[in-house]
């Protein structure tokens, strides 16, 4: 009954390949998120999606595409791999009001660290 | 300048101690939020509050918008207290989230 769930949990692959991460909610969530924390552990923000359509998009190459087939799924599809994308990239999901602008809590994955060889 | 700042970067305590972490941060928000990522590498959401103060436990929030601070407090810390928090604020009108360097906490028995 795990709430968040991303797979592969570890990803080894050489530069030039194209990868996909996925992640997979059953929360009810209508917001999920891919995060990315780099080698000194600091998180950024890379996607928001919002009831399947794009919200966010932060300065992040147009090798990485976000796919969300439905509110419960938003993989990560990663082409042309290249030595600086290793790192660990975490899916969260949250409710989330475009309406009110509330704020609420995001509930992360477990993780996926790639390694680019 | 990163948006968010937390000191101290790395903090050893011993069992029993309390603990404080502070975060700063320059932007409006309408949230601030408190992580924890264990040794495995999980992250956990902590607290997310927009005023005055939350406990759970032996964990204690408090921010103050006026001045952009926040705390976290932990006391009678426990070795199983190990690990990174993390602060993070979310914008005004927005929902993702803007983090801090962490803080990695190490407690003795």
């Known amino acids: 009954d795990t709430a968040v769930s991303q797979t592969p949990k570890y990803l080894v692959t050489q530069m030039g390949n194209d990868k996909s991460i996925k992640c997979e909610q059953n929360?009810?969530?209508?917001?999920m998120y891919w995060y990315k924390q780099d080698s000194k552990k600091f998180l950024k923000i890379m996607f928001s999606y919002n009831n399947k359509e794009l919200i966010i998009n932060e300065t992040v190459p147009n090798r990485f595409s976000p796919k969300s087939p439905d509110k419960a799924h938003l993989n990560l599809h990663i082409n042309s791999l290249e030595l600086g994308d290793s790192a660990v990239y975490f899916c969260?999901?949250?409710?989330?009001?475009?309406?009110?602008?509330?704020?609420?809590?995001?509930?992360f994955g477990p993780g996926t660290r790639l390694t680019v060889t | 300048k990163n948006e968010v700042e937390q000191s101290p970067q790395n903090l050893t305590a011993q069992e029993g101690e309390f603990i404080t972490i502070n975060c700063s941060y320059s932007?409006?928000?309408?949230?601030l939020h408190w992580l924890q990522q264990h040794p495995g590498g999980g992250i956990v959401s902590l607290f997310m509050?927009?005023?005055g103060k939350k406990k759970h436990g032996r964990l204690i929030a408090t921010i103050n918008i006026q001045e952009k601070h926040s705390s976290l407090h932990i006391t009678a810390s426990h070795p199983r207290d190990s690990a990174v928090y993390i602060c993070?604020?979310?914008?005004?009108?927005?929902?993702?989230?803007?983090f801090g360097a962490g803080t990695r906490l190490t407690v003795k028995p």
């Open positions: 969260a999901s949250s409710r989330h009001s475009l309406l009110s602008g509330l704020t609420y809590e995001q509930y």
């Open positions: 993070a604020v979310s914008p005004y009108n927005n929902n993702d989230m803007r």
């Open positions: 929360l009810g969530h209508d917001t």
């Open positions: 932007v409006g928000i309408s949230a």
């Open positions: 509050l927009s005023s």
